[in-house]
């Protein structure tokens, strides 16, 4: 069975750090880009950041940039989404994504192969 496990999330106060971390079962990342996506109640989902299968692009959404860093380490099978320096409008749920064409996008979800169920971001004081 494919699947995309994300964990890390949680509640904290603004101005705090988190780290995301997506791991795969049933299949290899390393051949994947990878997406992370978010929503929040009454939005709709936009993407937030992606890397490259090599790990050597990525990009981020205006909203996140010097703030957030997206890593892999493909030995572990794992992606990462460091978040920094958290405001409330980050608040949503994150989900990662995993798009087998290796390149990933964070303008367009549908070229992604498979998605995890999601892990709840509060960040409130």
């Known amino acids: 069975q494919l699947q995309l496990v994300e964990s890390g999330g949680g509640l904290v106060q603004p101005g705090g750090s988190l780290r995301l971390s997506c791991a795969a079962s049933g299949f290899t990342l390393d051949s994947y880009a990878i997406g992370w996506f978010r929503q929040a109640p009454g939005k709709e989902r936009e993407g937030v950041s992606c890397i490259s299968s090599s790990g050597g692009r990525t990009n981020y959404a205006d909203s996140v940039k010097g703030r957030f860093t997206v890593s892999r380490d493909n030995a572990k099978n794992t992606v990462y989404l460091q978040m920094n320096s958290l405001k409330p409008e980050d608040t949503a749920v994150y989900y990662c994504?995993?798009?087998?064409?290796?390149?990933?996008?964070?303008?367009?979800?549908?070229?992604?192969?498979?998605w995890g169920q999601g892990t709840q971001v509060t960040v409130s004081s």
């Open positions: 994504a995993a798009d087998g064409s290796g390149i990933g996008t964070i303008v367009a979800d549908t070229t992604y192969d498979y």
